[in-house]
Every structure is written in C-alpha cells, then in structure tokens.
C-alpha cells in the first residue's frame, strides 16, 4: 500500500507530557530543512498528539506562545469531589482549544491519528490493583481526525493525555478511553498500515533499553526492512518526573535541544 499524498514522510510523536516542548524544537528544524512541507501524515499520543493537531494547522509561532504560556499549575487543578481522579484537565482543555485556532473541516495536507487506549468496563476493577494488568484492560485505537469537528478533536485529544488515576477517562461514542500511551507510546502503526517508506520518530526518552523496549512493543513483533525508521532521541536526559515538570526556562531548553538533536540526527533524511 501507498500512501494516498504526494508527500512521502510520516511522522510520530510520542507521549511524555510536559516534555513535549521538546517537539516544538524539532518541528522548528524540520521547517528549516524543508522536511516539514514532505510529511504527508503525523500519528501522535498524549502531549503527542496536541502537539500534531498544531502541525497539521500550521501554526508553528502560536504553538511556541501557548508551550511558554503554560505552568506548573496548570497540570495540576484539583477536581470536585465528585470525581475519582486526582486533578481536572480544565487547563489542559483551555491549552487546547487555543492550539485549534485554525481547525476546520476541510482537507489538509496532512492526515492526522490520534492514539487513544480503550477500556474494558468488565475488567477495569481489576487495573485499580494490578496496573501491570493493563495490556490485559485496554487496546490501542488510532482515530484519523481531520474530517471531525473542533469539538470532537478536543475530546479525543482530552482522551489521549488522560492518565488512568491522574485524570478523569472519557467517553465518546459509547466508549471509555484514556491516554493513548498506556499500551502504546509510539503509534507508528497507522503510518505503516498507510504504505509509508519513511518514517521521522520523535521520542521524549533517551535512547536506553527502556525506551528501546517501549519501540519494540509499539512494532507489535513485526519487522519492516522495507522501511527507514529516523529517530530523534533526547541527547540529555529527560527523567520520568520532568513528565510533570514545566515553566517557561524549562520549555525553552527543551525546544533547543529538540532543535539541535533533530539537526544533528536527522543528518542523513534524504528528500
């Protein structure tokens, strides 16, 4: 299968939430290269896939405004009472309707999936004991968005970054979803299920055997030597707990270095 645009690169963000700045960095250099106008589709998780969404609209200078307006608070709105999990996704929801300026339904030069974990309800009790039984309780969907409206992207895009405990799950269409990156942190598999030969990843980890471990699940024990993989790997380490840290110096420095790694790793992307 080929892909269905003249452009021949896809591109996968992964999840990792307050260090999705990291991407905005990248994305920058990719304008720069001229390898932006070459993706022909984006499959994004979590902060992943907010970050696509602004891709596919363009709009580079408004995405960098809304990462450096953005604060540790922010993460962390307590929810009412009423609510089982621990904080509420208002501001993230507020963070995403700014980064829809731009949608509207009609076509774009760039699909876009956004990668969401369905839930079981009849087995869900048990994830409340046993976290590790997750790739038991959910299964990765990957929902091509650009013919849905502002409203049903927001929601999926809530779902996506929707931590099981963290935040609340949300249900569309008779179905309860929560953040994509549960079983799948790298969602490569609707770009290869679309013929892509080439194929930019963007990881929120340094390159170490847990993050090897997490491409390889995402792969689903498949090989592909038909295909080139070019991953951009952090070249500083970036903990687990950064996932929950941010403010304006540290988005700024995760955007350099997104930008000088995606420089310095992406050396041999041919056009």
């Not at 408004?62 to 307590?78: G, H, N, P």
């Not at 963007?202 to 792969?219: D, F, I, R």
Request: glycine share 8%.
């Amino acid at each position: 299968m080929a892909p269905t645009t003249s452009r021949p690169i896809g591109l996968v963000l992964c999840g990792g939430g307050a260090k999705g700045a990291y991407q905005m960095g990248v994305w920058k250099y990719l304008l720069e290269a001229g390898i932006y106008d070459q993706i022909g589709a984006i499959s994004g998780v979590s902060v992943g896939a907010l970050n696509g969404v602004m891709m596919v609209q363009d709009i580079y200078e408004q995405a960098v405004d809304i990462w450096k307006s953005f604060r540790q608070q922010d993460l962390f709105v307590k929810a009412n009472e009423e609510d089982p999990s621990l904080f509420s996704q208002e501001r993230i929801y507020a963070w995403i309707q700014q980064g829809l300026v731009k949608w509207d339904v009609v076509d774009k030069p760039i699909e876009m999936y956004v990668c969401v974990s369905a839930k079981s309800p009849s087995l869900w009790p048990l994830m409340q004991k046993n976290f590790r039984a997750r790739e038991l309780l959910f299964e990765s969907e990957y929902i091509c968005v650009n013919s849905f409206d502002k409203k049903e992207v927001s929601r999926l895009l809530l779902a996506s970054s929707a931590i099981p405990g963290i935040y609340p799950s949300h249900t569309i269409h008779g179905k309860e979803y929560v953040d994509g990156g549960v079983i799948d942190n790298s969602p490569v598999l609707p770009l290869l299920d679309s013929g892509y030969k080439k194929i930019i990843v963007v990881h929120l980890q340094e390159n170490n055997e847990e993050e090897q471990a997490k491409w390889e699940k995402s792969l689903k024990g498949q090989s592909y030597p038909d295909v080139t993989f070019y991953h951009v790997y952090p070249s500083e380490p970036i903990t687990f707990f950064d996932t929950y840290l941010i403010n304006k110096v540290l988005t700024l420095g995760r955007m350099g270095l997104g930008y000088e790694d995606a420089q310095n790793q992406l050396k041999e992307l041919s056009l």
